[in-house]
């Protein structure tokens, strides 16, 4: 069963500001977590990951690094002999360890945990609050699976999304301007309004979102992975977003070429 894995800043800031927890200090200054999210639908043979974003959490100073890497990016496939094929095609090929894989080859990191989540769950996540706010940077709209709604969204003019609405607003990439570049702005987009809506909630509120929410976190990553002790110091998060920078190019099919000068400037934000 896919669980909810969008949650992780969020499942972060719970254990940092409440004291339920047994309190034990390790030495852990930074961590690396592959955030990915498998959008499956009834009648697909095979699940490709279409979100795929690689954090690093300082534990120091609350900061969050987090990467976009582009669904068809040309990369080495370390299921399939370092063939060259699309990154979102690895989860197919060869499931959650082919993807870790793959993308700890390319960043060149050794440690690297995850988290996943179905699309589908992001319905849960807003309705837990209700409905989200969010102000369009395009205009469009976009159908769900059965086709019986669309939702349509106005560049410009603000609205209260319910959880059905949001996943539409974050599936939607044929329609916009850039693809899924422009599709991965709204995902961050969703994901740091849900992390304002948590920092807003009370110390006993933020308990029940968090007991919620840990039976539909699907992680590897245990307590021994954090830093409790510096976790709990930290009054807010701080977020760099990057996306890796490239070209498109076709052979038989759309390839997204990485540059390489710009990835190894971003491999020096993890460890």
Same mark, same amino acid.
Do not use: W
């Given at each position: 069963?896919?669980?909810?894995?969008?949650?992780?800043?969020?499942?972060?800031?719970?254990?940092?500001?409440? &004291?339920?927890?047994?309190?034990?200090?390790?030495?852990?200054?930074?961590?690396?977590?592959?955030?990915?999210?498998?959008?499956?639908?009834? #009648?697909?043979?095979?699940?490709? &990951?279409?979100?795929?974003?690689?954090?690093?959490?300082?534990?120091s100073n609350g900061s969050i690094t987090a990467?976009?890497? =582009?669904?068809?990016?040309?990369?080495?496939?370390?299921? @399939?002999?370092?063939?060259?094929?699309?990154?979102?095609?690895?989860?197919?090929?060869?499931?959650?360890?082919?993807?870790?894989?793959?993308?700890?080859?390319?960043?060149?990191?050794?440690?690297? @945990?995850?988290?996943?989540?179905?699309?589908?769950?992001?319905?849960?996540?807003?309705?837990?609050?209700?409905? /989200?706010?969010?102000? =369009?940077?395009?205009?469009?709209?976009? &159908?769900?699976?059965?086709?019986?709604?669309?939702?349509?969204?106005?560049?410009?003019?603000?609205?209260?999304?319910?959880?059905?609405?949001?996943?539409?607003y974050m599936r939607n990439r044929k329609s916009? =301007?850039?693809?899924?570049?422009?599709?991965?702005? #709204?995902?961050?987009?969703?994901?740091?309004?849900?992390?304002?809506?948590?920092?807003?909630?009370?110390? /006993?509120?933020? /308990?029940?979102?968090?007991?919620?929410?840990?039976?539909?976190?699907?992680?590897?990553?245990?307590?021994?992975?954090?830093?409790?002790?510096?976790?709990?110091?930290?009054?807010? /998060?701080?977020? #760099?977003?990057?996306?890796?920078?490239?070209?498109?190019?076709?052979?038989?099919?759309?390839?997204?070429k990485l540059d390489q000068e710009h990835l190894?400037?971003?491999?020096?934000?993890?460890?």
């Open positions: 069963m896919k669980k909810v894995s969008l949650i992780l800043i969020l499942f972060i800031i719970t254990i940092s500001l409440t &004291s339920f927890i047994i309190i034990k200090a390790y030495d852990k200054d930074k961590i690396n977590i592959l955030v990915y999210g498998v959008d499956g639908r009834e #009648n697909d043979e095979i699940e490709r &990951s279409d979100v795929i974003i690689l954090m690093n959490y300082n534990f990467t976009s890497i =582009p669904r068809d990016s040309y990369v080495k496939i370390t299921c @399939k002999d370092n063939a060259y094929d699309k990154v979102n095609h690895a989860y197919a090929f060869g499931g959650e360890e082919c993807l870790n894989e793959t993308v700890k080859q390319l960043f060149d990191i050794k440690d690297l @945990k995850n988290i996943m989540f179905n699309f589908e769950n992001v319905v849960e996540i807003v309705d837990y609050f209700g409905y /989200i706010e969010l102000t =369009p940077n395009f205009t469009f709209c976009q &159908s769900d699976e059965s086709f019986t709604n669309k939702y349509c969204f106005e560049k410009g003019k603000k609205i209260l999304a319910d959880g059905k609405q949001v996943l539409a916009l =301007p850039n693809g899924d570049f422009d599709r991965i702005k #709204n995902q961050r987009q969703v994901l740091q309004v849900l992390i304002e809506k948590v920092l807003k909630l009370s110390v /006993i509120d933020k /308990i029940k979102f968090y007991n919620y929410f840990k039976k539909r976190v699907d992680t590897d990553i245990g307590l021994d992975d954090l830093n409790i002790k510096k976790l709990i110091n930290i009054k807010q /998060i701080k977020l #760099n977003e990057y996306t890796l920078k490239g070209e498109g190019f076709i052979d038989t099919y759309y390839y997204y190894e400037k971003i491999k020096k934000y993890y460890i």
